[in-house]
């Protein structure tokens, strides 16, 4: 699974950022905003979303301990998938509504002086607009920030639209992989032919190939690139948190 030294620094990194976005969620919704629409997507979205991360991050390391060394129960890995496909989810609508109340706050308008539309409002890099009023400061931040970005839109768009999270039961090597493909194959036939006592025979031995390793990824048509859980969910929460903040020093005085 992780080394030692890698379990110690997911340990305080967790402590460190859900610490940081529980501070987080007490500033925005202690600011006083100048419109009432920055205040609902504050303390009805921004906030509720900012619990459901921690809530997500404190589930998912319980249901699936980075320390275990046992590979999880089918039951336990859809239980952490649901609450990874919560926590991708949240924080696209985290930024989204972040960009939401930054441009609410500051009257933000388009070429033609009306407010800014609905599908143009993000923190992307789609988002032109948006990311050219911004400050120099979180402007630069959220670029060097586009590859997650990728990252995010990549996973959170296939979660919504396509294909959900999936945590592989185990790590194949090449070996198993083709083993695994071969299995595949001959449980297409079993089911062609009703045959439900090898195909259950069969789904065993594919699940008893490879090693487990705490990985997500949606589709393997689509060139999803696995990532390691723990680590990623920790990345993600920091990097809402880290927009919050340059986001508050950005907002102008109500």
């Known amino acids: 699974m992780y080394h030692d030294s890698s379990l110690i620094d997911l340990s305080e990194s967790r ?4 610490s940081s976005a529980n501070d987080l969620l007490i500033l925005f919704i202690d600011r006083r905003y100048k419109t009432n629409s920055a205040s609902e997507y504050t303390r009805h979205g921004l906030s509720r979303r900012i619990q459901a991360l921690v809530h997500s991050t404190d589930r998912v390391f319980a249901t699936i301990s980075p320390s275990s060394e046992e590979s999880p ?3 336990i890995r859809h239980d952490a998938e649901a609450f990874i496909q919560s926590f991708l989810v949240n924080v696209y609508g985290a930024i989204d509504n972040m960009a939401r109340i930054w441009c609410v706050e500051t009257d933000l308008r388009n070429a ?3 407010p800014i539309s609905d599908g143009m409002i993000g923190f992307g890099p789609k988002n032109v607009r948006v990311r050219e009023s911004l400050p ?3 402007r630069e931040y959220l670029i060097n920030c586009d590859p997650w970005f990728a990252y995010l839109e990549n996973y959170r768009h296939a979660v919504a639209h396509r294909i959900p999270v999936y945590i592989p ?3 194949l090597t090449d070996q198993e992989a083709e083993e695994y493909r071969h299995i ?3 449980i297409g036939k079993a089911v062609r032919e009703r045959n439900l006592e090898l195909n259950g025979k069969l789904t065993a031995e594919q699940k008893a190939l490879g090693t487990f390793k705490p990985l997500m990824m949606h589709s393997y048509g689509e060139n999803a690139r696995p ?3 723990h680590g990623q969910m920790i990345s993600d929460l920091a990097t809402v948190v880290e927009i919050g903040e340059y986001l508050l020093k950005a907002l102008p005085n109500p």
Do not use: A, Y
Not at 15 to 18: D, E, V
């Open 15 to 18: 402590i460190k950022w859900t």
């Open 184 to 186: 595949e194959d001959e």
């Open 73 to 75: 129960t089918e039951e």
């Open 227 to 229: 990532v390691m859980i």
């Open 112 to 114: 033609k002086g009306v």
């Open 136 to 138: 120099d400061e979180l």
């Open 169 to 171: 039961p185990g790590t």
